[in-house]
């Protein structure tokens, strides 16, 4: 009798593992508050995280990063690279069962490039024919370089050459259910109204807490998609995120806050997840007002008194490079330029550095006050004082920090309005140097520091022409140099890719990109 029990009792709690492993939620670790889920206002990681799992592009990306068909099974290119034609996958269906066709396709593309939808990253397309001037509102969106053949062809038609399937990756290049938007304006993006084509779709979501997801039935690759729902937590303190994950609430934490790697890793062993990742860290000064407008010796001047080993060593520590160019290492055939005294000890850098200060007119007596502005975060915040005492220190620069929300500090970014010196950077969209460097030769709403140098921007056109990779890479590399010799910008640091990942959740793979779409996660037998 106890043998016979004992074995109903075993039969039991396997049946009730077996019913609760499909259910388990997943938690993640999202950073600030998603700014949108319009796909094509994306600008920021914590978007990107979320809409990746709500959509798919015509191209989209395996769990290395690698490149593979989304809604497109195959596409071709012309010999001379500037047509593209994307044949679509047969029976494919937005999250609500209605039929996604070529035609709905093209029409979300004239969406994403229109003056009203003002999409921030509409200028890393430049190549797509009229791109710019539909943006600009001188030709209506029909005049866009992209058609449809018929239901299942799409046909984009470039100005120059460009690495299109890799763009396809991007939030911009996501087809939008347009009767939604049209029903409902900016609120289309609401749980309830959300349309989508990806892995998933939106079942909930808390302003400021949390955002959750739930396999979608309609995707034409749903039997593959293993966790059934996805919750976003949004987790601005790094710290308090830590916490939550030792606590057990969270399965993959968006970051690791500053602190020695070695008691991590004895802390938590094989869940800290460090690898290479393709984005630079830089402070950003507004260049169209006083006190950097027209003052390089000035800028330079803060940028040689920070010492970059120090900061990556200390204050970061979770195998951060220190950064003297813009374009971080890994992109095959380009080499990024250096800041000129890269390679002086920092002794000599801030010799220079009090020189500089002292000739734009600058001393004890009348000391530099600037702003420097960061989004609510743990690492940044660090940053911010390590940075602050440098100044300090080696010029007397008199620094007042001003933490603002992710969103408040966006739009004050972009406006240029009040911004002095700000927390930048740029995280890769695409495995491609350019696209670190072309927010810096147009005014468009990524050129935050407003930078306008036309000698910048005819070594971009240059390399937008040549014939050979090798010609481009040399042409993007004096362009870099061209930034960095000016110092429109302060670079910092490269970034690594940090995270913790529960044992018991499996697909997690490190790429370049640090892109990690749910679709591609399981639970552990």
């Not at 989209?60 to 593979?68: H, P, S, V």
């Not at 195959?74 to 996604?100: M, Q, V």
């Not at 002086?344 to 502005?373: F, I, M, N």
């Not at 933490?403 to 309005?417: G, H």
Request: a positive charge.
């Amino acid at each position: 009798m106890r043998l016979i029990v004992a074995v109903l009792l075993l039969l039991c709690s396997v049946h009730a593992r077996a019913q609760a492993a499909p259910t388990l939620q997943l938690e993640r670790g999202n950073g600030p508050e998603p700014s949108t889920l319009d796909a094509h206002r994306c600008q920021e990681v914590a978007c990107g995280n979320v809409v990746r799992d709500l959509y798919e592009g015509l191209v989209t990306e395996d769990a290395a990063g690698r490149l593979i068909p989304g809604m497109a099974e195959r596409w071709e290119a012309s010999a001379d690279g500037r047509t593209w034609t994307f044949h679509l996958r047969p029976g494919l269906r937005w999250s609500n069962g209605e039929a996604l066709d070529a035609q709905q396709v093209v029409a979300s593309f004239q969406r994403a490039f229109s003056p009203k939808t003002a999409a921030p990253f509409a200028e890393l397309f430049d190549a797509l024919h009229n791109a710019r001037a539909v943006q600009a509102g001188k030709v209506p969106a029909e005049k866009l370089g992209v058609r449809a053949l018929d239901e299942r062809r799409i046909v984009f038609t470039l100005d120059r050459s460009a690495a299109l399937p890799a763009l396809m990756t991007l939030p911009l290049a996501f087809p939008v259910y347009l009767p939604a938007v049209k029903a409902y304006g900016a609120q289309h993006t609401l749980p309830g109204k959300l349309v989508s084509n990806g892995a998933y779709r939106l079942r909930a979501w808390t302003p400021q807490a949390s955002l959750s997801v739930e396999q979608n039935p309609h995707f034409h690759d749903a039997g593959t998609v293993s966790i059934p729902r996805v919750r976003y937590q949004v987790t601005e303190d790094a710290a308090a995120e830590l916490q939550r994950y030792a606590a057990g609430d969270l399965h993959i934490t968006e970051t690791v806050p500053p602190q020695p790697r070695d008691a991590l890793r004895e802390r938590f062993g094989e869940q800290l997840r460090i690898a290479p990742y393709l984005g630079s860290f830089w402070l950003g000064m507004n260049l169209t007002r006083p006190p950097f407008k027209d003052s390089p010796a000035l800028r330079e001047a803060l940028s040689l008194a920070i010492d970059r080993d120090r900061l990556t060593r200390h204050v970061t520590g979770l195998g951060e490079a220190p950064a003297y160019g813009i374009v971080p290492a890994g992109i095959a055939g380009y080499t990024g330029a250096s800041i000129a005294w890269s390679e002086a000890t920092q002794a000599e850098r801030e010799a220079r550095a009090r020189a500089l200060y002292r000739a734009a007119g600058y001393s004890k007596d009348r000391p530099l006050v600037l702003e420097l502005r960061y989004n609510t975060s743990t690492p940044h915040r660090r940053m911010a004082l390590a940075v602050a005492s440098m100044w300090r220190d080696v010029l007397g620069v008199q620094v007042r920090l001003r933490n603002e929300e992710w969103k408040v500090f966006v739009q004050n970014r972009r406006q240029r309005a009040i911004t002095q010196v700000f927390r930048g950077g740029w995280v890769g969209d695409v495995v491609d140097a350019r696209n670190f460097l072309a927010a810096f030769g147009s005014d468009g709403p990524l050129n935050w520091t407003g930078f306008d140098d036309a000698g910048f921007r005819q070594r971009l056109a240059r390399a937008d022409a040549a014939k050979t990779e090798a010609a481009r890479n040399a042409w993007l590399r004096t362009a870099e140099q061209a930034v960095l010799n000016q110092h429109a910008v302060i670079p910092l640091y490269f970034y690594s890719s940090k995270h913790l990942v529960r044992p018991e959740v499996l697909g997690f793979e490190p790429n370049p990109l640090d892109r990690h779409a749910s679709r591609w996660l399981r639970w552990q037998d």
